[in-house]
Nanobody
Framework: QVQLVESGGGLVQAGGSLRLSCTAS????????MGWYRQAPGKQRELVAA???????NYVDSVKGRFTISRDNAKNTVYLQMNSLKPEDTAVYYC?????????WGQGTQVTVSS
C-alpha cells in the first residue's frame, strides 16, 4: 500500500504563492499518473491538476495560468506550484496516485487564502 505525504500548505494573502509537495513511498512511482485534488467546506472534491507518466498535464479551468503541476520521478514527488492565489482557492488539497477508481490518497494539506 503506497503512502502519500503532502506538505507545503498554509495561510497566504490573496495574490500570494505556495508550493505543495507530495512524496510517495514504494516503487514504480514513475508509471503512475498523479493528481492534485481539493475539497472546500460543503463542496465536493474536485480534480485541480493532473500529470501523466509521460509528463502531460491538465488543469481545471479555474486554475489555468496560475497553477503548475510537475513531477520529479527521482524523488517520487509531485508538486503543485500555486501563484496568484484567490480566496476561492481555500481548501484541503490532496494528492492522488492514479486517477481512476483505485487511486490512493494522501492525508491532505490545508491551504487558506485570506482576502
Amino acid at each position: 500500500q503506497v503512502q502519500l505525504v503532502e506538505s507545503g500548505g498554509g495561510l497566504v494573502q490573496a495574490g500570494g504563492s505556495l508550493r505543495l509537495s507530495c512524496t510517495a513511498s514504494g516503487s514504480f512511482f514513475s508509471i503512475y499518473a498523479m493528481g492534485w485534488y481539493r475539497q472546500a467546506p460543503g463542496k465536493q472534491r474536485e480534480l485541480v491538476a493532473a500529470i501523466t507518466s509521460g509528463g502531460s498535464t491538465n488543469y481545471v479551468d479555474s486554475v489555468k495560468g496560475r497553477f503548475t503541476i510537475s513531477r520529479d520521478n527521482a524523488k517520487n514527488t509531485v508538486y503543485l506550484q500555486m501563484n496568484s492565489l484567490k480566496p476561492e482557492d481555500t481548501a484541503v488539497y490532496y494528492c492522488s496516485q492514479g486517477l481512476g477508481l483505485n487511486k490512493s490518497w494522501g492525508q491532505g494539506t490545508q491551504v487558506t487564502v485570506s482576502s
